[in-house]
């Protein structure tokens, strides 16, 4: 590893008037389990100080506040896996942090780091955006509020700017009606990148009609977003496994409209259809 | 570059250390401690061989900066014996003929000793879980996993 300078601020203003101070080269280091891995490529000449968040105590937990979820993001994939209130309001998270990695990886990355990372494969992002989440950004100059899914302009780059720290990711609880689910495929269980997922949201009136409906794909399109072509098809009608091959048909169809046919299409065209079904089959 | 200086605990010892902030614990623990039962694989999260705990939960070593550990306690396999009684988990590993060449074992253990710690009577499917990031090249996994669901038969015995 190339030499750098070391820092652990101890609060969020610490935090950002440092990066502030440093300026181009500050690095945030949260779980360092994407920082250590690209710390590790000679190809990284940029990155001269690394400033720990690890330590900032109130840039942790998980909280609820009348209707919303808040999850700070130093929040490890484990405690959120262990949350009785993610588990309630949001069980399609869990799934998701559920398959990140490994125990290890899990027990050490973080919600905000994966989501400032911004890997097309980024496992919290369909769920979250799904749930309608919005993220918090601090920095030495503002401070900010952010749609998740106005955040991300194309894999490994977001509208963050250089000096702004995520503080806080909030969502609104989903309804106890509400049916969710998140289907990942890898090329193995453990330790796998996510080739493609879905996430699914499926709410029914009490004759069973589906009265919404959110889909989001992850690592099929360029930027994460719902499908709202999909979810119109559901709106409604009774949930039947037609209904659900033709939402997900229609999902491939967008993918590949913004996509264009390149040499994976002939893999991802099927696998995600099927994959959307299973989603939305799983929402029972 | 400056140094960064740290106190920590490591298996049960307390440490005052001046560290390079671009080393990691894996190798603080190897090279400068002599600490060398802790395993150096690919280095990038996905072997496992450099598994220990930290705070009682399995990480890994090559994925957490040495100041990192400023505060922390850490626990390498070197930890698990007492004295010259080996943990009940390395004796049900040898009882099961779950060591072949070796390499994997140390983080096999560790990820094991996390699990059992927090799980006392796990399922097959947790255990298979709780050692899912650690590799075995010699295919040793089912040694492996019935050695962790029997640890507590063993404990009996003894
Ligand atoms: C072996 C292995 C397997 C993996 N498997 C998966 C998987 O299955 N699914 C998956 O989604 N990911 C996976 N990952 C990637 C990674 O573990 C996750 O993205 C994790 O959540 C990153 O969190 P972290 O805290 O370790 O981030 P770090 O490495 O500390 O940081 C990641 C990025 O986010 C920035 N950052 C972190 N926190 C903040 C903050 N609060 N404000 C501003 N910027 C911030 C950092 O500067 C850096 O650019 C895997 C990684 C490894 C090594
Ligand atoms: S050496 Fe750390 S996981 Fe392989
Ligand atoms: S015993 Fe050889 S790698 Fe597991």
């Not at chain 1, 750098?4 to 181009?24: D, H, K, R």
């Not at chain 1, 229609?250 to 959307?276: D, N, Q």
């Not at chain 2, 070197?78 to 390395?90: F, I, T």
Request: proline share 5%; glycine share 8%; net charge neutral.
């Amino acid at each position: 590893m190339k030499p750098f300078e070391y820092y652990s601020p101890q609060s969020v203003p610490e935090a950002y008037n440092l990066l502030a101070q440093i300026g181009t080269g500050a690095k945030i280091l949260a779980g360092g389990t994407d920082v250590l891995v690209e710390l590790r490529k000679s190809a990284d000449e940029v990155t001269g100080s690394i400033i720990d968040i690890s330590r900032i105590v109130s840039l942790r937990g998980i909280e609820e506040s009348g209707d919303t979820i808040v999850i700070k993001p130093l929040t490890t994939h484990t405690e959120i896996l262990r949350s009785a209130l993610v588990g309630m309001h949001a069980p399609l998270l869990k799934t998701a942090v559920a398959g990140i990695g490994s125990p290890q990886i899990r027990n050490r990355g973080t919600i905000g780091g994966n989501i400032m990372n911004a890997a097309a494969c980024a496992d919290t992002v369909p769920p979250l955006i799904a749930l309608g989440a919005r993220i918090r950004l601090q920095s030495s100059t503002g401070d900010r509020t952010v749609a998740l899914s106005e955040f991300f302009t194309k894999p490994y780059v977001t509208v963050a700017q250089r000096g702004e720290l995520l503080v806080e990711i909030r969502f609104p609880k989903l309804p106890f009606d509400a049916r969710s689910s998140f289907m990942k495929l890898g090329r193995r269980n453990a330790l796998s990148i996510s080739r493609l997922s879905v996430a699914a949201i499926l709410m029914r009136n009490q004759s069973g009609v589906i009265t919404d409906a959110r889909i989001v794909p992850g690592a099929a399109l360029p930027t994460w977003h719902r499908v709202s072509e999909a979810e119109n098809l559901l709106i409604g009608h009774q949930p039947t496994r037609e209904l659900f091959v033709e939402a997900g048909k229609k999902v491939s169809e967008v993918m590949i409209s913004f996509t264009g046919r390149r040499w994976s299409t002939e893999y991802k065209e099927p696998v995600i259809a099927v994959l959307v079904r299973r989603a939305l089959e799983g929402c029972r | 570059m400056k140094l960064v200086l740290i106190r920590t605990t490591i298996n049960g010892r307390r440490y005052d250390l001046e560290v390079r902030p671009n080393m990691t614990l894996l190798d603080l623990l190897r090279d400068e401690l002599g600490l060398t039962g802790t395993k150096r694989g690919c280095e990038v999260g996905e072997c496992g061989a450099c598994t220990v705990l930290m705070n009682g939960q399995a990480v890994n070593s090559c994925l957490v900066l040495a100041p990192q550990i400023d505060c922390q306690e850490v626990l390498t396999v070197e930890g698990l014996a007492d004295g010259e009684k080996l943990h009940s988990l390395q004796e049900s590993f040898l009882d099961h003929d779950a060591v072949h060449c070796g390499f994997c074992t140390p983080g096999m253990l560790m990820s094991a000793k996390d699990l059992l710690d927090h799980t006392p009577d796990p399922s097959e499917h947790e255990v298979r879980t709780a050692i899912s990031g650690n590799l075995c090249r010699c295919s040793g996994y089912q040694q492996i996993v019935d050695a962790i669901k029997d640890v507590e038969g063993e404990k009996r015995k003894t």
